[in-house]
């Protein structure tokens, strides 16, 4: 018997299911309802049913489940960023390491053992990077916020508990400076208005911080004024930026980045190398948590001194450059050139002579390194969310590495990597989850393989 939208149905949660969801059966369907715990014994509201499953939310908690605590933050719930804020640690670490294992079974067909997670250094404040969209108030007072789950309405907050304190400080004082100079904020629906998102990074090592004023044109009034209060008022603001974004598009960044103070650029150090970044390169938003798991990196990849360490999608060259001491040469490759820029020059300021950083798409880069016979002895792959495409699989198999290290952030892509790895002569050697991102529903996976 199958479910009806607005229905009302008794139902025990038992699982967690990897999109953040509680799942409970009724009636022999699955029912995936947010926000709720293992042992929650509720009735919930049916809201959509599909052929095989049904979502529901909580109109009545009967029985909270043991591994429940109360959310710290007021709008939990409302905006889209955290899923399990209403769990222990403890037990979204469980849920995240058994989200590994099923990805690594069902997708996979890997029945290897999954090491216990990491748990991340900080499990709030742990962020170095915030994008706040914007919106205003009736009396047009500008705000920042979040956008509600699978939504772009604006739900205010500058307090975000994962966000450093300095962040949410100066995306204020931002707010305020907007307001006061009068300078207006984009509209989705009409494509009107300048500023888009208040883009933020902090460096823990050095406490510097970038702003970064995505907008939907070339300038920014007041830029002088604004620039000259914000520092003021925060003199960790070492760059703000002005990036250009008029596309009609959900890419927070444009292409064009304009510097109004400073290099435009944040230093840092992530894993013993030293970094300078502007907006546009990618950069690990868990800095301790990325100390963390480039050491699993360089654990799998036992480097001795004499290797040939292939690095591809490696940004700004922080995964190869912590191990560049450990290895013969270096190659890295990476699609977006200000990445590319900051991996050559970070790689300039350690000394590294014997690394080669490419600015180029993976799957073209790696077919002509492997046209020219190139053969790594150690390949690291740290592909976006989509995983590595075939091309690059491809020419992976023909370079041959005696070793492969997988690091991904979506376990779904990776398990179907590292699947197909293993059907071409692979052998899975070990699997380290790492929790990079505490109170929401991802989880980072190390995967070492091996050619036997
Ligand atoms: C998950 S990040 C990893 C970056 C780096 N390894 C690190 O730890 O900071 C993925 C990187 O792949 C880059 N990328 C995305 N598509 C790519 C492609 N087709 N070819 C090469 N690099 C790509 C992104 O710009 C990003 O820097």
């Known amino acids: 018997m199958s479910v009806k939208k607005n229905q009302i149905i008794p139902l025990q949660i038992t699982s967690l299911s990897s999109d953040g969801n509680g799942v409970g059966r009724y009636n022999g369907m699955a029912i995936f309802v947010p926000f709720t715990a293992v042992g929650d014994e509720a009735d919930v509201r049916v809201v959509k049913v599909c052929k095989h499953h049904a979502f529901g939310i909580i109109e009545t908690l009967h029985q909270p489940g043991a591994d429940r605590e ?31 294992r099923d990805a690594m079974l069902r997708i996979g067909d890997i029945d290897h053992p ?16 915030v994008q706040y969209p914007l919106t205003q108030d009736e009396s047009g007072a500008v705000i920042a916020g979040f956008y509600a789950g699978r939504s772009h309405r604006v739900i205010p907050c500058t307090d975000c508990i994962l966000q450093p304190k300095l962040l949410n400080e100066i995306a204020r004082t931002l707010c305020a400076l907007l307001t006061q100079y009068h300078i207006s904020v984009y509209r989705e629906e009409t494509h009107t208005g300048l500023v888009r998102h208040l883009y ?34 925060h003199p960790e603001v070492c760059s703000i930026v002005l990036n250009v974004n008029r596309q009609q598009t959900n890419v927070i960044t444009g292409l064009q980045c304009i510097s109004l103070c400073g290099n ?6 992530m894993a013993g190398v030293p970094v300078e970044l502007g907006p546009l390169s990618f950069y690990q938003v868990n800095t301790r948590g990325a100390n963390q798991l480039y050491s699993v990196v360089q654990t799998f990849a036992e480097l001795t001194g004499k290797e040939l360490l292939l690095d591809l999608y490696c940004g700004a060259g922080t995964i190869g450059l912590s191990m560049a001491a450990q290895c013969q040469k270096l ?31 993976a799957g073209q880069a790696t077919q002509r390194l492997a046209a020219q016979s190139l053969h790594p002895d150690v390949i690291v792959l740290d592909p976006p969310r989509k995983g590595c495409d075939s091309a690059t699989l491809q020419a992976v ?31 899975v050697q070990a699997i380290q989850p790492v929790d990079m991102f505490p109170r929401t529903k991802h989880v980072e996976a190390v995967i070492g393989l091996i050619r036997p």
């Not at 804020?85 to 995240?96: F, I, M, P, R, V």
């Open 200 to 233: 933020l990074r902090h460096a823990i090592t050095t406490d510097q911080v970038l702003v970064c004023l995505v907008c939907n044109g070339n300038q920014l009034p007041h830029s002088e004024e604004i620039c000259r209060d914000l520092t003021a008022r």
């Open 264 to 269: 435009g650029l944040l230093a840092d150090e």
């Open 70 to 100: 109360t959310p710290v933050c007021p709008i939990f719930s409302k905006c889209g960023g955290c899923q399990f804020q209403h769990l222990t640690y403890h037990a979204e670490l469980d849920a995240k390491e058994q989200f590994v």
């Open 331 to 361: 190659i890295g490759v990476e699609i977006i050139p200000q990445a590319v820029e900051s991996a050559r020059q970070n790689a300039e300021r350690m000394g590294v002579r014997h690394a080669e950083f490419f600015c180029a798409d």
């Open 114 to 129: 999954v090491s216990p997670i990491l748990p991340s250094p900080l499990s709030a404040r742990y962020r170095n990077k």
């Open 397 to 427: 198999l023909q370079m041959n590495p005696p070793k492969i290290v997988m690091v991904s952030c979506n376990v779904s892509t990776a398990a179907r990597d590292v699947r197909f790895l293993c059907e071409n002569g692979y052998q």
